[in-house]
């Protein structure tokens, strides 16, 4: 009888605690013996948590920085101050810090997440050149997952114009060589999703990946698949993963995305936008608009599948 109070007591904990998305089923279907379980990494974000101090219920599941030292690509700065949680809404703002830098944050899970994991998270895309991002990073910084990245600023009187990067959301992955630094990631049209009559950042949105092993990755939008990755060619051509001499295409030792992750949730200026498409980033007065620099995340969940026998075992069935 204890036995059975405490999965009660559980059950019912996991069903609260999954109130803001209980709407919204995961639209992956698992096999007739396996179902999906909500994995403690998920963040509901129903409670207050000031820019700084942070509370103790933000600080249980993220770090407010990233995950190792680096304060941000190109003009990015992040700081500890430009993330915060109110009516139940993660917040990520952003400001002129000086000279063209700008001011902005980024929050770095706790658990992390290993396949097979189902992602996914309800957002509000900024109405910005910035980049609005939901990632997964390896610790050591060599495979990553991205959710979601957008830069969503469609304005027609824009110069230079942002608007056909602001129609689209851009759906891939990267393996990485530290040294010498190498990346590669699809550049297949695929990557950068359209979708007619969409305005990205005049609603909140589902951005999904179901990570199903170390060669498949499914994109999610709204809960429809609208990109698959899959294969060892798709995933690693140049051999980036290999355990022996990365990027020695001679003998494949290939991983694939294989290592546990770290979930990221921030805001950028990138190089490759700002700088080499020379002018692809706000301007004073647009960054005055804090609304349209504010990075809105409803909730983000995370589940991986079990089997179902376990719970039958469990309930002594």
């Keep these: 009888m204890k036995n059975l109070f405490l999965i009660f007591t559980v059950c019912c904990?996991?069903?609260?605690?999954?109130?803001?998305w209980k709407d919204f089923p995961i639209p992956v279907t698992l096999g007739d013996t396996l179902q999906w379980e909500l994995q403690t990494a998920s963040d509901d974000f129903n409670y207050t948590s000031d820019a700084s101090p942070k509370s103790a219920a933000f600080s249980e599941k993220w770090d407010d920085f990233y995950h190792n030292g680096w304060t941000g690509p190109g003009k990015t700065v992040w700081s500890r101050s430009k993330s915060m949680v109110e009516d139940g809404i993660l917040k990520i703002s952003s400001s002129r810090?000086?000279?063209?830098?700008v001011s902005t944050g980024?929050?770095?899970?706790?658990?992390?997440?290993?396949?097979?994991?189902?992602v996914e998270a309800y957002v509000k895309t900024m109405n910005s050149t910035l980049a609005s991002d939901i990632w997964m990073l390896s610790p050591d910084d060599t495979?990553?997952?991205?959710?979601?990245?957008?830069?969503?600023?469609?304005?027609?009187?824009?110069?230079?114009?942002?608007?056909?990067?602001g129609e689209r959301i851009h759906l891939s992955h990267h393996v990485f060589?530290?040294?010498?630094?190498?990346?590669?990631?699809?550049?297949?049209?695929?990557?950068?999703?359209?979708q007619e009559g969409t305005v990205w950042q005049n609603d909140y949105h589902r951005y999904g990946v179901y990570w199903k092993n170390p060669w498949h990755l499914e994109y999610y939008i709204d809960g429809v698949l609208v990109k698959t990755t899959s294969g060892k060619e798709a995933i690693d051509p140049l051999y980036h993963t290999n355990s022996e001499n990365p990027g020695d295409m001679t003998k494949d030792t290939r991983t694939g995305i294989n290592k546990a992750m770290?979930?990221?949730?921030?805001?950028?200026?990138?190089?490759?936008r700002s700088i080499n498409n020379k002018g692809l980033t706000p301007t004073d007065e647009e960054l005055k608009i804090t609304?349209?620099?504010?990075?809105?995340?409803?909730?983000?969940?995370?589940?991986?599948?079990?089997d179902k026998a376990s719970i039958k075992e469990n309930f002594g069935n």
């Design 106 to 118: 980024c929050i770095t899970g706790k658990q992390r997440v290993t396949y097979p994991a189902y």
């Design 177 to 194: 060589i530290r040294k010498p630094f190498k990346d590669w990631q699809p550049k297949t049209p695929d990557t950068w999703y359209y």
């Design 262 to 272: 770290d979930i990221i949730i921030n805001v950028e200026d990138q190089t490759w």
């Design 143 to 165: 495979q990553e997952i991205d959710i979601l990245e957008a830069y969503s600023d469609i304005s027609e009187t824009r110069e230079p114009s942002n608007k056909w990067f």
């Design 13 to 20: 904990s996991v069903v609260s605690f999954g109130q803001d």
């Design 291 to 306: 609304e349209d620099h504010t990075l809105k995340v409803d909730w983000i969940r995370v589940y991986k599948p079990i």
């Design 97 to 101: 810090l000086e000279e063209d830098k």
